[in-house]
């Protein structure tokens, strides 16, 4: 899996910049937190829930599985294999 920006309006878009923490941060809009899955790494703005940004139901189906109680991710989520991850 190439990595891909997954928006608030359901859109998958390829990420194609070279993966930087500069790009990555400027992608999600702030500071990075990262929840790591067994397959998938899911990159998001760290202070997205602080700062009001909408629910990324896309992204958060994809990682519920993993989300404790009721947790939701929002905002613009980087989403990448764990193995593209890790070697970064």
């Not at 760290?46 to 189906?61: C, D, F, M, Y």
């Amino acid at each position: 899996m190439l990595p891909q920006l997954i928006t608030t309006a359901g859109e998958r878009k390829p990420f194609d910049k070279p993966l930087t923490l500069e790009s990555m941060q400027q992608a999600v809009g702030g500071y990075i937190q990262v929840i790591e899955t067994p397959y998938h790494a899911f990159i998001m703005d760290e202070e997205g829930k602080l700062r009001g940004k909408a629910v990324n139901r896309i992204a958060t189906n994809l990682a519920s599985m993993y989300l404790r109680g009721h947790d939701f991710l929002v905002g613009d989520v980087l989403v990448m294999d764990i193995d593209t991850w890790r070697a970064l």
